[in-house]
């Protein structure tokens, strides 16, 4: 008896990416981070200002910077000038610098009643989410974009963490040094994530004489 092969069928689901801008997301121009930390001053969200601050200046990913406690950058007392975390992707550290604008509204962030007792820096709402979520966050960035005019569908989480060595970048023409602020293992991982094209890296190599 043989049994005839029926046809594969295949559910008919829309594609993740169906109307959405994909691929590098945008860094932020200074003039936008100004922006959006004016709107926030004024606004008084403390917890906003002391996100956006911080994750300028750290470069984190969103994952890491979800999750970080108030020991990570807080000890005796006061905001440490830098800190130093293990990435969760590689598993390596990482270490960043906290400016001074950074640390004082951080401080500020600290003294919210939300704030007390809590052992991370940005605790969730909600009893069983110890701190906020990656989508969370994602959508205050969206936010924050949004409020300076910016298509929010050309930013991403990425592009905070994208503008401080993209600018670093731009200014210096070091990629060592974005390499280590990113916490890359490879420098290929660097040059794809800038988006530096190749004549970009052979002209920097030619302006060194050695």
Not at 47 to 74: E, H, P, T
Not at 122 to 127: A, I, M, Q, S, T
């Amino acid at each position: 008896m043989t049994i005839a092969n029926l046809a594969a069928i295949r559910a008919c689901r829309p594609a993740w990416n169906n109307g959405r801008v994909v691929g590098q997301k945008r860094p932020l121009m200074p003039k936008h981070v100004w922006a959006i930390r004016l709107r926030l001053e004024i606004a008084e969200n403390h917890r906003d200002l002391a996100l956006f601050n911080l994750v300028i200046d750290s470069k984190l990913r969103g994952c890491d910077l979800v999750k970080l406690k108030v020991a990570d950058i807080y000890a005796s007392g006061q905001v440490k000038e830098r800190a130093s975390i293990i990435q969760s992707k590689t598993r390596r550290p990482v270490r960043f610098e906290i400016t001074e604008g950074t640390r004082k509204s951080i401080l500020r962030w600290m003294e919210e009643p939300l704030m007390v007792g809590s052992e991370f820096l940005w605790p969730g709402r909600f009893h069983e989410r110890l701190h906020i979520s990656t989508r969370q966050y994602a959508r205050l960035v969206r936010e924050w974009v949004k409020s300076v005019g910016l298509d929010p569908t050309s930013y991403g989480t990425h592009s905070m963490r994208r503008t401080k060595v993209a600018h670093i970048y731009r200014k210096t023409g070091n990629l060592r040094a974005v390499q280590l602020l990113l916490g890359h293992t490879k420098m290929d991982s660097t040059v794809r994530y800038l988006g530096v094209e190749l004549e970009d890296a052979l002209a920097i190599a030619e302006a060194e004489e050695i």
